[in-house]
């Protein structure tokens, strides 16, 4: 295996870690903001606030899914025409 092969092989390793925690970091996020919102409605008694928090997490995950979207569409874009077949096959093979 060439140096060249190597390299591109550590560099899409490092990218898909890179989306994985982008994922983790969203759900995380909106976990975080249920609770918060829970311990607002709940523990508190402050409604109002509890509620205002509750819509947070659909709209960070929208905004995740977004950005998975267009980095999915930014990579098609860059592999061309020919490889998009074989990049989708590649992609079903390996589930």
Do not use: C, H
Not at 42 to 53: D, P
Not at 60 to 76: C, G, P, V, W
Request: glycine fraction near 6%.
């Amino acid at each position: 295996m060439s140096l060249e092969s190597q390299q591109k092989m550590g560099d899409r390793s490092t990218m898909e870690a890179a989306e994985e925690s982008t994922t983790d970091l969203a759900i995380v996020a909106s976990a975080a903001s249920v609770a918060l919102s829970w311990y607002q409605f709940f523990g508190r008694g402050n409604k109002m606030q509890g509620l205002f928090v509750g819509l947070w997490p659909p709209t960070i995950l929208a905004f995740a899914s977004y950005f998975n979207q267009k980095r999915m569409e930014q990579k098609l874009q860059s592999l061309g025409p020919s490889r998009i077949r074989e990049s989708i096959e590649q992609m079903l093979s390996s589930r």
